[in-house]
């Protein structure tokens, strides 16, 4: 825990020169190379990149999911390398939200309490959770689908119910595959929206998407080719950026 | 021309002045296309005399009313209920200037896509920020507005993913040993000019590349001396 909060507590994400590489020797296969990448709080960064590029491998090593082959990732100021399995699962929980393509919400539970399972999981009482909830569902304005289940619920309610579930309880980190690839393009911008205004009230994100017109949700865009970063796009700066070329 | 047309259909509904129909005109388009007064004056004079509005009556403070006539209506609606016309030529200068650049020795037309790309992403960041920062889209005139930056987004949209896939095409291209620019240690000095009026032919071939069309007129290669 030595090297904990070295960084300011804005910073919920920083990646630092993370590799990722696949087999050994002249079969090895470099998912990803010598990437850096932070994310602060209310900032939104989209990843954009062919497929193949490394943009969901990038996500999973984010998400603490993978261990990456060399290179540091620190999650709210707590380096994942210097982590107890146990502290790594309490991160995933406490700090991460995860949204998927699908929405991967549990048929069999309500749209509360596939919410609250997270919290459950992490040992909340079962009446607190529920609250802290209700009060995710309203932000995502679905507490009146609050008992329904997924299957009643169209597309973009179940994503909205699953950025829901991947904010509930102070969390802070929404890792976000291709949340729209599922829905049409109105229903997508809400969804957006509503991850967008998630993250302006402090939380922050990565979004991976194919999707120009999703990513310029983002404040930063950034491009992975080959598993490198090629290019970069800030909204505070609309000068082009070249990046250093693979 | 639409604003030609946008006063008609403004007149359709109601008689009006110049000032108050350039008003009505940038409210209803949320001031996306900002016209000028004169411009509104000359285009109803224009108007009337092809007969398609009239004036109608000066009120106390001076203002000019116009109103449409029956050709005038039906010309409005005509617009109204027609397809809009697209060029199936291109005068589209980013087009233009990649198609050239990828015939042009020493040029890298990857690095022309990244900062196109990032230029457009960055506008499509900013539009998107100021359709988020609207007012309420439950009102007309936001609604309008809305619409027409929708228009502006997708249209970016599009041409992040032409560059996309220019991008995805230059590579392949490149795979095959069918460099599109020439490899730097193939050119000849820097300042040698190009030869006027025909393709460049140095670039065909990487020495050595064991690859089929090497030496061959390859159909895909945008740059086969000779064969167009």
Redesign the interface.
Known sequence: MSRRERHGATELLRLEGVSMHYGSGANSVSALSGVDLTVKRGELVAIMGASGSGKSTLLTIAGGLVTPTSGEVVIDGQYLSDASSAQLAAIRRRVLGFVFQDFNLVPALTAIENVQLPLELDGWKRHKARLASLDALRLVDLEDRADHFPDDLSGGQQQRTAIARAVVGGRALILADEPTGALDSHTGELVLRMLRSRIDDGAGGILVTHDARHAAWADRIVFLKDGRIVDETRRDDPSALLGARA | MSVRHSILALLDQVPNYGYQLKAEFERRTGGSWPVNVGQVYATLDRLERDGLVEQTETDSDGHVFYAITETGRAEARAWLTTAVPRATTTRDELAIKLALAVTLPGIDA??II????????????????SK?AGGDPDTIDEFGWQLVVDAL??Q??AE??WL?HSE?RIARLRERGLAATAPSGAQGAPTDPPRRGRPLSTTTVVSGAANPAAGSEHPDSPVTGGAR
């Open positions: 990857e690095t990244h900062a196109q790309r990032s230029a457009t992403l960055a506008t499509l960041q900013s539009l998107t920020r988020v987004i997708f970016a949209e992040v993913r996309d995805a």
